[in-house]
Every structure is written in C-alpha cells, then in structure tokens.
C-alpha cells in the first residue's frame, strides 16, 4: 500500500519538476538579465556571478542588482508604444474572432453528428502544417501580384495593398487563431441540454430570446477560455507582424527579438519580457478566481 503510494506521489512531483526545469529556471534567468546592466561583451551584460568566488561572488551579484532597466521602460516611447500596440492588436483580433468564432462554432454543435466530425476535423486540419509555413502562404495571397489580386483582376476590381500592413496583422492573427476560439466555444456549446431551449420556448421565448437569455450565457465559460487562449499568445506574437507587418507595426515581440539580436541590449528586452509576463498573469488570476466562484456557486 505504501508502495503505490509512493508511486502516486512520484506521478504527482513530476508535473512539478517540468515547471520546475522548463519554466521556472528559464524564468529566473531572464529576471537575473533584466537586473543586469548592458555592457560591451559576451555575454552583453553584466554583472555575472562568479561561482569560483563561492558565497562572495553571490554577494556581488546580490550587491550590482539594480532596477535601472526597469525605470528606464515607461519613459522610453518606443517601449510604450509596443507595449500599447501589442495590446491593441490583441484585443481586437480577440474580438475578431469571437465574432467569427461563436457563430462557427454555434453552427457546428447544431449538425447532425457526421456533419460535426467532419467540420470539427476541418478546424483541426491546420494544425497538421507547420505555423511559419501558414504565414508564408498568407504572403503569397496578400502579396501586390499574389492570389488576392488575382482574383480581384480577374472579377475586374482594382488590386489591394495588403501586404506590409496593420491590415495584414490583423487577417493572419485571425487565421493563425481561429481554432483556439472556435474549439473552447464548441466543447461547451456542445454539451448544452436542448430540454432548456424548449423550456424557454414554451414560457413564450423567441429564439433569439432563448438564445440570449440561456444559450449565451451558458456558453460564457467557453468564451472566456477562448478570448484568453488567443488573446495571451497574440499579445507577445513576434512571426506574424514580422513577415506581415510594415516597418512600422510595433508589438512587443518584436521589439524583444529586435532589442536581443540587434541591438544587443539583453537587460532591457529581458525586463520587457517580465513586464509582458505579469501583465498576462493578471487576466488568467482573474479567470481562474471567477471560475472559483462558479463551481463554489454551482454547489
């Protein structure tokens, strides 16, 4: 008995020690960067601790923290405006896909049970090819001689400048993030008891009253999960406004990439980094205290 115990335990610990070695670790060391100052180096930053100096070296380290980096992000526009834009671009193509999302989703849990796996396979499909190798597909639609225009020239319409744009951003979050909408929104529209529809309609609802009255909000735990699975990732986004974006779009991502790589300033893209990560730790506290309430109130 002890034995399995011990077993369970163990299977127990081992989710714990992935965080632990994957996000943890990795996690400290960007904060140990991000109290660094930047130096002409390599590494680019100092200090570093010294572990042939033992607990001194520690001291030293412990002693040249500093939070002059972070001091530095809200007086620094470009770092205001990336952070700004990177919500910006998030929210809306959220609410983009909710409003494309939803109605796909909705229609999908109303077909008959062959009809659903097919559509529901359909959404997974993109899944199977590489994410990058989507993007560059989306270039050769958005592109001035790309399929888009083609098409355009062809019904006889002016051609559209999409490519390099806010515009372009916005089709391929959409694109990129429909499935992690539509999925959340169709598990839990999926499993709702037709019974209560027909228990409005015969208190003298229409159907766009039993809708918004038991549908919808049955379905708010879904849209929830959806609009915090997409929203999360979009927000620190670095491949899409990268190859489909201008000179000119700014999200955080890839300002990061940019403050890394180009500019060599490993401090203040690692403390641009921990800004991003609380700032979306505060939605996912406030999801998982409201979902809190519901199970406490469902009992």
Not at 210 to 216: E, I, L
Not at 246 to 259: A, D, F, H, N
């Amino acid at each position: 008995m002890s034995g399995r115990r011990d077993r369970s335990g163990l299977a127990a610990l081992a989710p714990f020690l992935w965080l632990g070695v994957f996000f943890l670790f990795p996690f400290l060391l960007v904060a140990k960067l991000s109290l660094s100052d930047t130096a002409l180096a390599i590494p680019p930053y100092t200090p570093r601790i010294d572990w042939s100096q033992g607990w001194t070296g520690v001291e030293a380290f412990l002693r040249g923290l500093d939070f002059e980096t972070y001091a530095r992000l809200p007086t620094d526009r470009l770092y205001v405006v990336a952070y700004l834009s990177s919500l910006k671009f998030a929210a809306v193509a959220t609410l983009i896909l909710l409003l494309l999302g939803y109605p796909l989703a909705y229609a999908m849990s109303r077909c008959t049970p062959a009809v659903r796996q097919a559509l529901l396979m359909a959404v997974i499909l993109p899944f199977w090819t590489s994410f990058l190798i989507r993007v560059y597909a989306l270039i050769g639609i958005l592109k001035p001689e790309g399929l888009l225009n083609v098409a355009l020239n062809a019904l006889g319409l002016p051609s559209v400048a999409l490519l390099n744009t806010d515009t372009a951003v916005y089709i391929g979050l959409v694109y990129a993030y429909l499935p992690f909408m539509v999925l959340p929104l169709y598990a839990v529209l999926e499993r709702q008891q037709h019974d209560l529809l027909e228990a409005a309609a015969d208190l003298g609802c229409t159907p766009l009253q039993a809708f918004w009255r038991v549908t919808f909000p049955i379905s708010l735990p879904g849209v929830a999960a959806g609009s915090l699975l997409c929203f999360i990732p979009m927000v620190g986004e670095f491949v899409i406004p990268d190859l489909l974006g201008g000179s000119g779009t700014l999200m955080l991502g890839k300002t990061i990439w940019t403050e890394f790589f180009a500019n060599r300033d490993w401090p203040a893209a690692s403390a641009v980094a921990i800004v991003l990560l609380f700032t979306l730790v505060i939605p996912i506290v406030f999801y998982q205290r409201q979902q809190a309430k519901l199970m406490e109130a469902g009992r």
